[in-house]
């Protein structure tokens, strides 16, 4: 297998943890490279259903070495608890993975602050996963974020009460809110000293020194290019960049270690909290489509990470041509064919249109996109079953003219293909 960079490339919950388990067994390396426990990667094998959120997808591997770069932000009582659910399991966390020096950690004030944000915007709400991520990047930027190596500095204890009477001042002065207390902060750093010191290293260094010995790395990315801190739907996304670009920057390795770029994508289109969604047919908030509400129902469109339903729609090809421009897609990953068996027609939108004019990329202004809407090509249904097919001659002759067409408007071939949660149900096509 090449060096492959694996991302989502819609608004996250595409199946990247599922796609990432199935090229895991064939790379020696897999690294996280961004975003933190805002992430859900759910891995169902036979009949257990695992969900990770800090943990690369590649740890349920035994010859897998597991890595979190220092584009990541941990938050220790996250991954802690995975651990030990992964240990009680019987896989032996401790000897594969290993988290970088330079890992910016998520503290109980961080939590705090986000909550507060979110309650005080009311209707206008991001829709954050209020896990601390976006203040813990802010504390990075700004310089006075706690490192996984500053639980060895001697400075520690004062730049923790610096940064806790900034954020207890914001807490009670102005969102009116109880502060946090400082034994609550102690408690998780004395947990990240205990259970995570052991496990760090310097990953940049490790990956240099594994792709020199010629082993193979899978980068797997979190979240999706369209909640991209510059490229998504801002202000609606995330506080990391997603695109693949992130896997260099986050894990400190350069351009000449990545081979291909597997971009990840549902059949349909799938959002979970505020922001644009052009083709969107259903949600929890009472827009009902039939085919929106099918979709949703059969896919068991809820996140993995919040619990909360997912808002669903066709597939939106401007979407994942926009994405396969500015991450650089070399093939496209779709997952869950089959969750369209059965629909009369399916529906694909090719382009925007907006006061009278027809798009075809992506505004950058969120406001401009609301106000699109979309140009659809209707194609035939299929009564047949896609489920747990294997092979392209198995699926039915209008589901390999959906996926021919996808790989027309999206300018980019279909490399694998999803037939249903597990392992096996999986189609490999060449490039």
Known sequence: MANTIAIGIQWGDEGKGKIVDLLAPRADVVARFQ??????????????????HLVPSG??????????????????????EEMDTLIGAGIPV???????????????????LDAAREAAKGKGRIGTTGRGIGPAYEDKTARRGI???DMLSPGLDAKIAENLAWTNFQLTEYFKVDPVDRTEVDAVIEMARQRLLPLMADVALILHQRHKAGDTILF????GTMLDVDFGTYPYVTSSNTVAGAALAGLGVGPGMVDEVLGICKAYTTRVGAGPFPTELYNADGMEDEAGRYMAEKGQEFGSTTGRPRRTGWFDAVVVRHAVRVAGVTGLAITKLDVLDGLPE???????????????????????????????????????????????????????AFLQRIEEVCECPVTMLSTGPDRGHIIHLDP
């Not at 401790?94 to 705090?112: F, G, K, N, T």
Request: charged letters at 20%; a negative charge.
């Open 35 to 52: 975003g933190g426990p805002n992430a859900g990667h759910t891995l169902v094998i036979g009949n257990e259903k695992t969900v990770l």
């Open 147 to 149: 490192r996984l190596i």
């Open 59 to 80: 740890i349920l591997h035994a010859d897998t070495l597991c890595l979190i770069g220092n584009g990541t932000v941990v938050a220790p009582e996250t991954i802690i």
């Open 346 to 400: 399916v529906k694909l939108c090719v382009a925007y249109e907006r006061d009278g004019e027809r798009l075809e990329t992506i505004p950058a202004d969120a406001a401009a996109l609301e106000a699109c809407t979309p140009v659809y090509e209707t194609l035939s249904g299929w009564s047949e079953s896609t489920f747990g097919a294997t092979s392209m001659a198995q699926l039915p002759a209008a589901a390999k």
């Open 94 to 112: 401790d000897e594969r993975l290993r988290i970088s020096d330079r890992c910016q950690l998520i503290l109980p004030y961080h939590r705090a």
């Open 220 to 223: 797997e990315g979190a979240q």
